[in-house]
């Protein structure tokens, strides 16, 4: 049953909309049903996920029709269900590896209490742990966090962990300064390549798409757009392995790569895939790529017709801008950990990492409307421009329909890591689980 009056009007899905460009009233056809379990809490969670998968829908239906010559509105109206919603939400919570639960933060990663206040880290990768535990000159055990946090002060230990290539934020106590949802970067006059007319359920058929992003955000948009038709090729420099948890979750709908564009013949194959592509995604901190010549301003200088979509954590303004960080990261700095803190004062958490799959299906919708526009534009998005709306923008619609169970969106594939239990998509189901992280050739499919 299609929810009373949750599309029509619903103020989260035409804002979203709107900043994506959207026609005024475009929205207003988005219809959502069911329960969803990301009700609650103090801030409107629910709908802002729901409203991020259904401007990622509304653009899609523009695309299709697009490409067939046709209006928008003369296609069915997307209907968006908010339990397949709120499971994709949490698609690392339902993940099962030959049986086993993934790990999703290691030892290292959470709250710390410190002299004057709280700490979040993230240590999940390798490196990130040795830089947290060099700076604090401590061993690699939770014991000895736990009591040098307790002797130092919240920013004194951001800024020593940060100085030494770590990841550590303060909790802050107040929301942080608003930042853009999304904002545009005109490119090169010039349309992209013809894509003719799209099969059914997949506007996205022959779009050819450069992956470079890594971690949740970028990783949810790039499955999303390979669900709905495009040959996704994520590429990943062979020095910095991905999570195998983390790509069995989020390496659906792609293939997988590794090169190192410091080496000649390897850039030489990078370049020849960057000829060809329609879309570039770019998700790695603010400076990683622009060394290389691959900057959102070069990309568009480079190829007319080309999309690039770029995020990045903290947001293109202000001190932050250029700094690593992650969902959990950007909860504790934006002020939203402290929203949700205990009754003892300790720091809490949003009930899904929705920053990074909000932001996920903003960078999707994005791009589907710049490739409905006939190229030509880069978009930056950011998980503290999501956190923005979310806490300044996004009104409660109320408690959400009872009833929500996550069965009805779980799905068994096999893979590259073996039988996988996981999270389908709001968009349907992937035909096949992700192969192993690196190990496919890096070359686009055959048109």
């Not at 409107?44 to 695309?63: D, I, Q, S």
């Not at 230990?157 to 934020?169: C, P, R, S, T």
């Not at 004062?345 to 990492?353: D, H, K």
Request: aromatic share 6%.
């Amino acid at each position: 049953m299609v929810n009373k009056g949750a599309g029509e009007g619903d103020p989260a899905t035409a804002g979203a909309w709107s900043a994506l460009g959207g026609a005024a009233g475009d929205a207003a056809a988005v219809r959502y049903r069911g329960g969803s379990g990301l009700g609650g809490g103090p801030l409107p969670v629910r709908e802002m996920a729901r409203a991020t998968v259904g401007v990622c829908a509304l653009a899609a239906a523009e695309l299709g029709a697009a490409r067939a010559g046709r209006a928008l509105s003369d296609g069915a109206a997307p209907v968006v269900d908010e339990g397949a919603v709120a499971t994709a939400f949490v698609s690392e919570r339902h993940l099962r590896i030959q049986g086993r639960e993934p790990v999703s933060f290691a030892p290292l990663s959470g709250f710390w209490r410190t002299a004057d206040g709280w700490v979040r880290t993230h240590a999940n990768y390798p490196h990130h742990r040795t830089a947290l535990v060099r700076a604090l000159g401590v061993a690699p055990t939770a014991e000895a966090l736990r009591e040098a946090m307790a002797g130092r002060a919240a920013r004194e230990v951001q800024e020593l962990v940060y100085g030494a290539g770590g990841l550590a934020v303060a909790v802050a106590a107040e929301y942080g300064e608003p930042q853009p949802l999304v904002e545009r970067v005109p490119g090169r006059a010039g349309a992209g390549r013809d894509l003719g007319p799209a099969p059914a359920g997949r506007p996205a058929a022959g779009v050819r798409v450069l992956d470079l992003t890594r971690v949740i955000a970028g990783p949810v948009a790039t499955r999303t757009l390979g669900l709905l038709g495009a040959d996704v090729l994520r590429i990943d420099p062979p020095g910095l392995p991905e999570s195998d948890d983390a790509y069995a979750d989020t390496g659906f709908g792609k293939r997988s790569a590794a090169l190192d564009l410091g080496a000649a013949e390897d850039r030489t194959v990078f370049e020849k895939l960057l000829a060809d592509a329609d879309v570039v995604v770019r998700g790695y901190r603010p400076g990683a790529l622009e060394r290389y010549g691959l900057g959102t301003r070069e990309l568009l200088e480079r190829r007319p017709g080309l999309v690039v979509a770029e995020l990045c954590a903290w947001g293109p303004h202000g001190p932050w801008a250029g700094r690593r960080g992650f969902d959990s990261l950007v909860q504790a700095g934006y002020g939203i950990s402290a929203r949700y803190a205990g009754p003892d004062g300790t720091p809490g958490a949003l009930p899904a990492q929705a920053l990074d799959h909000g932001t996920g299906y903003l960078v999707a919708a994005g791009v589907l409307r710049a490739l409905a526009g006939g190229g030509g534009l880069g978009l930056a998005f950011s998980l503290a421009g999501t956190a923005s709306w979310l806490v300044r923008e996004v009104p409660s619609a109320g408690d959400p329909e009872a009833g929500y169970e996550p069965g009805p969106w779980l799905r068994e594939s096999a893979s590259g890591y073996g039988p996988l239990r996981h999270a389908a998509s709001p968009f349907g189901d992937w035909p096949t689980g992700p192969s192993r992280w690196g190990t496919d050739r890096a070359a686009w499919l055959p048109a």
